[in-house]
């Protein structure tokens, strides 16, 4: 069964700190995978999106990593600022006949940037 | 333009009404998506629409209806819901290609069933 697991469930830190935050999938055959940011109340908003070639994408304060043999990934938050306190979601793209992809969510990790 | 636009932003409705939920999207995008979220849970996939017919239904129940009336517009109509189907409801769309999907949400549309 396609999973993906995140860690950690939980996180707070104080504003100018550094963090990261761990994915793991079991999605197979993998297409792609993205780090969504959501606010609560809203809908997630893109911060990378990640193929099977790539090792490191960045966007900004915002760099993820992936490791597409041990099926990892990660997101490193820089400087931290309370803008960030958002939940972070990682999804993974698989490939199903067709052309419309259906895409597996971890459940995320809430986290609290903190003066 | 990257935007997709959900209407209304709230919705409060009893059990016996009908409503309708709206999305919205000028990105030339193919492929549209509904997905119910609960309160500190992941996105849930309802319904997908490939160039506007439907091509997944998740085992939706029958007082969802799905309506794709153009490539730009989707439609969830809504009657006899239950209570438990209070949540956040989320539009997406994403362009059509075969390796690579960028979905982009909606704003969501907050749904109280009383």
């Known amino acids: 069964k396609n999973q993906v697991e995140q860690s950690p469930q939980s996180l707070i830190i104080l504003e100018g700190k550094n963090c990261t935050l761990q994915?793991?999938?079991?999605?197979?055959?993998?297409?792609?995978l993205r780090w969504y940011k959501q606010d609560t109340g809203r809908g997630p908003v893109s911060l990378t999106i990640?193929?099977?070639?790539?090792n490191t994408k960045s966007n900004g304060r915002y760099t993820a990593t992936l490791d597409a043999d041990t099926k990892q990934s990660s997101l490193h938050i820089t400087a931290s600022q309370l803008s960030d306190s958002a939940s972070y979601i990682c999804v993974v793209s698989g490939k199903l006949a067709g052309t419309a992809s259906k895409l597996t969510f971890g459940t995320g990790t809430r986290l609290q940037v903190t003066l | 333009d990257t935007e997709v636009t959900q209407t209304p932003k709230h919705l409060v409705m009893g059990m016996t009404n009908k409503k309708s939920l709206k999305c919205e999207q000028h990105m030339g995008h193919r492929a549209m998506y509904w997905y119910k979220q609960k309160a500190k849970k992941p996105p849930e996939l309802m319904f997908v629409y490939s160039y506007e017919k439907l091509s997944i239904n998740e085992s939706v129940p029958s007082r969802f209806s799905p309506e794709c009336p153009n490539s730009s517009l989707l439609n969830l109509h809504l009657h006899a819901l239950q209570p438990e189907d209070s949540a956040l409801y989320l539009c997406?769309?994403?362009?059509?290609?075969?390796?690579?999907?960028?979905?982009?949400f909606g704003p969501g549309t907050r749904l109280t069933v009383t």
């Open positions: 994915c793991n999938y079991t999605v197979s055959p993998f297409s792609n």
């Open positions: 997406a769309s994403s362009q059509e290609s075969p390796r690579f999907y960028e979905q982009y």
């Open positions: 990640m193929t099977f070639s790539e």
